[in-house]
C-alpha cells in the first residue's frame, strides 16, 4: 500500500513539472496560445530575450512593443480562447524615414470578409516629434497641407507620441488598406518627418 501511494505521488509531481514546462514554452508549441501574456509576447516571433517598453489596452486586445536590443517588434495581444491569450499580428518596427527621424511600420491581417486588422507603430528618433499622422491619401508629399490630406484620406489617425513610440489599432475595410503615410509633427503643427 505504501508503495502504491508513493507511485501515484511521483506520477503527480512528474504530471505537475511537465503541465508548468507546456504553460512556459506552450506559445511556440502550441500555435501560439499561452496562459500568461509574458510567454504569448516572449515565445513567438521573434523567439528571442527582450523586454515590454511599451504596452496599451484597447478593449479586449493589448499592443505591446517588444524590444530585443537590436529591433522593436509591435505585437497585438489577444484572447481568443477565453483565458489563453495570443499574438496575432506581429511587425517589425524597422523601416527608418529618409530623414532618420521615425521607424514605422504596420501590419494587417484578414479578421472577416473584407475586414482586417490593422496595427501602425512609429519609434520616434527625433524628440521634437509630438504627434504623428497616418493617413492614406494618393498625394504623397510633404508639403501637401494637413487639411488637404484628411480630405484626400478615408484613413486620417492622429496619435500622440508616449514614451517615444506611437501606435494604433484599427479595424479596416479592405478598400482603406494600403500605401499608408506616416507623418511626424512637431508642436508648432509642423510636419518636420515624412513617409
Avoid at 101 to 109: C, D, H, I, L
Wanted: proline share 3%; net charge neutral.
Amino acid at each position: 500500500m505504501q508503495s502504491n501511494k508513493k507511485f501515484k505521488k511521483r506520477y503527480i509531481i512528474i504530471f505537475c513539472v511537465l503541465l508548468l514546462i507546456g504553460v512556459y514554452f506552450g506559445p511556440s508549441v502550441l500555435g501560439g496560445y499561452a496562459i500568461t501574456e509574458h510567454s504569448a509576447i516572449r515565445y513567438t516571433i521573434p523567439n528571442q530575450e527582450g523586454e515590454v517598453v511599451f504596452e496599451q489596452e484597447i478593449a479586449d486586445k493589448k499592443i505591446v512593443i517588444w524590444d530585443t536590443g537590436k529591433v522593436n517588434y509591435v505585437k497585438l495581444i489577444e484572447k481568443p480562447l477565453g483565458i489563453f491569450k495570443r499574438a496575432t499580428n506581429v511587425s517589425s518596427i524597422s523601416g527608418q524615414t529618409n530623414d532618420g527621424k521615425m521607424k514605422v511600420t504596420w501590419s494587417g491581417s484578414e479578421i472577416k470578409d473584407g475586414f482586417y486588422q490593422v496595427i501602425f507603430a512609429a519609434e520616434i528618433l527625433d524628440k521634437d516629434i509630438e504627434k504623428v499622422i497616418i493617413s492614406n491619401e494618393q498625394d504623397d508629399k510633404k508639403s501637401t497641407p494637413l487639411n488637404i490630406v484628411k480630405e484626400q484620406s478615408t484613413v486620417f489617425i492622429e496619435l500622440d507620441v508616449r514614451d517615444g513610440f506611437a501606435v494604433h489599432y484599427s479595424e479596416l475595410p479592405h478598400g482603406d488598406v494600403g500605401s499608408f503615410r506616416f507623418r511626424g509633427i512637431n508642436r508648432d503643427g509642423k510636419i518636420i518627418s515624412f513617409d
